[in-house]
């Protein structure tokens, strides 16, 4: 039964003209206003990758908004405690 239901609802002209959108479409893109340096950080981790020189297996990218300056560093862990000093220690 289920395989005549499907077949039905495939083929029924006014099933397919009235069927609900599966995906919704995209919104707007708004702007991001920055108006002094270091207002907006922005941290992004990598997934585990292969060891990176004293274990580190993780990629962590800082970007400062108004300036677009990137910091990258290596951490052995995913861990606020690993992930924290960076920012600070490379300003």
Not at 45 to 60: D, F
Request: contains cysteine; hydrophobic residues 35%; aromatic residues 8%.
């Amino acid at each position: 039964m289920s395989r005549d239901v499907y077949h039905y609802t495939r083929t029924c002209d006014t099933c397919q003209r009235a069927k609900p959108l599966a995906v919704q479409p995209a919104g707007d893109f708004q702007s991001i206003s920055v108006q002094r340096p270091f207002e907006l950080v922005s941290i992004d981790r990598g997934r585990p990758a292969a060891t990176y020189g004293a274990r580190n297996r993780y990629v962590i990218v800082c970007t400062e908004y108004l300036t677009r300056w990137v910091i990258a560093a290596a951490v052995p862990a995913a861990t606020t405690e690993a992930i924290m000093p960076i920012p600070q220690s490379n300003t």
